[in-house]
């Protein structure tokens, strides 16, 4: 049962809503290749809101995700897609259906 997960929250700057749409949307395939990430979801939560919800069963498995190439590749086009720095929070799932 994955009880450990991250939210993280993504604001686009004024006219790159759609590429950052197109980012997140894209790299589900490398979330494919993460072995330790049980589910990874892709946002929208406003008009330029984006956010991205994973869960893990265990702490190394969300250490390895926020090491891995979605990390680096969010880090690298940041400064030009996000209006601010991504908000990343490590959550606890109390429970889910």
């Known amino acids: 049962m994955e009880t450990i ?3 993280v929250r993504l604001e686009a700057k004024p006219g790159k809503e ?4 197109n980012f997140i ?3 589900l395939s490398l979330a494919q290749q993460e072995q330790k990430t049980i589910r990874w979801y892709a946002l929208q939560i ?5 956010g991205i919800f994973d869960t893990f069963e265990t702490e190394e498995g969300r250490d390895a995700h926020l090491g891995g190439e979605i990390a680096k590749a969010l880090m690298a086009n940041a400064p030009d897609l996000l209006a601010k720095a991504p ?3 490590k959550v606890a799932i109390l429970a889910y259906k």
């Open 5 to 7: 997960s991250l939210l």
């Open 18 to 21: 759609q590429q950052v749409a």
């Open 25 to 27: 949307k894209g790299a």
């Open 46 to 50: 406003g008009p330029a809101t984006f």
């Open 87 to 89: 908000e990343i929070e």
